[in-house]
C-alpha cells in the first residue's frame, strides 16, 4: 500500500475516535471561545474532523506529485470522504445542531453515486471525483467545521455561516450528483 492510501486509511481510523468525543459524555469541562462555549471534548472532537478532513487533500496531492495514483486510491479516497461526512453529519443532527431532512438528502446523494460507482466498476470503469465533487466535499467539511464549532467566532458578530454554509454544502451535493447520473445515464439506457 503506497502513502496516500496509507493517508486514507488513517482517515477512515479518525473517525472512530471522532465518534467517541462527540459522543461519549465526558464531562472534560467547557471552552469560552469567541461568540461560543462548547464542551471540550466537542472541540477535540472538531480539531480530529477538521485534520482527518485536510487528509483528504494531502493524500491527493502525493498520489498526484508522486505519481501513486491507483485505482484503490480512485475507489477509496471517495469512501473514506463519504464516511467521514456521513458520520459527522449524524452526529450533528444528534446534537440538534443540523435539520436531519438537509442530511438525509446529502447522505442519500452519496449512497446513490456510491451505488452508480459500484454499477460502473463492475464494466471496469473506475470513475476518479471531478472538480464539482471536490467543491461539494470541501463545501461540506466547511459547514460540518462550522457546526461542530458552534458557528466560533461568527457567532459574536450575528452572522449564521454554519447555517448558510450547510445550505450551500447542500445545493452543491444535489447539483454534483445531477451532474454525475447526467454524465453516466447511458448505464441506464444500455441496462437490461
Known amino acids: 500500500m503506497n502513502l496516500p492510501n496509507k493517508i486514507t486509511v488513517a482517515r477512515v481510523i479518525l473517525i472512530p475516535i471522532f465518534l467517541i468525543l462527540m459522543l461519549v459524555p465526558f464531562n472534560w469541562g ?14 477535540i472532537g472538531a480539531i480530529i474532523f477538521i485534520i482527518a478532513s485536510v487528509t483528504d487533500w494531502i493524500d491527493g496531492f502525493y ?7 491507483t485505482n484503490l486510491g480512485k475507489f477509496l479516497d471517495p469512501l473514506a470522504d463519504k464516511l467521514l461526512v456521513s458520520a459527522a453529519f449524524i452526529v450533528l443532527v444528534e446534537m440538534q445542531l443540523a435539520p436531519s431532512w438537509i442530511v438525509i438528502v446529502i447522505i442519500s446523494r452519496e449512497f446513490a453515486v456510491t451505488g452508480l460507482r459500484m454499477i460502473l466498476s463492475g464494466q471496469g470503469e473506475v470513475v476518479a471525483a471531478n ?4 467543491i461539494k466535499t470541501w463545501t461540506q467539511i466547511i459547514a460540518i467545521s462550522l457546526l461542530l464549532l458552534h458557528n466560533v467566532f461568527f457567532e459574536a458578530i450575528g452572522i449564521p455561516l454554519d447555517t448558510i454554509a450547510l445550505w450551500v454544502a447542500l445545493f452543491f451535493t444535489v447539483w454534483s450528483g445531477y451532474e454525475y447520473f447526467y454524465k453516466n445515464r ?4 444500455h441496462s437490461k
Not at 467547557?30 to 472541540?43: A, I, Q, R, W
Not at 498520489?63 to 495514483?69: I, M, T
Not at 472538480?131 to 471536490?134: D, V
Request: glycine share 6%.
Open 63 to 69: 498520489a498526484r506529485k508522486l505519481n501513486l495514483v
Open 131 to 134: 472538480m464539482l465533487g471536490k
Open 186 to 189: 447511458a448505464i441506464f439506457k
Open 30 to 43: 467547557k471552552v469560552s471561545m469567541p461568540g461560543t462555549e462548547l464542551e471540550l471534548s466537542h472541540l
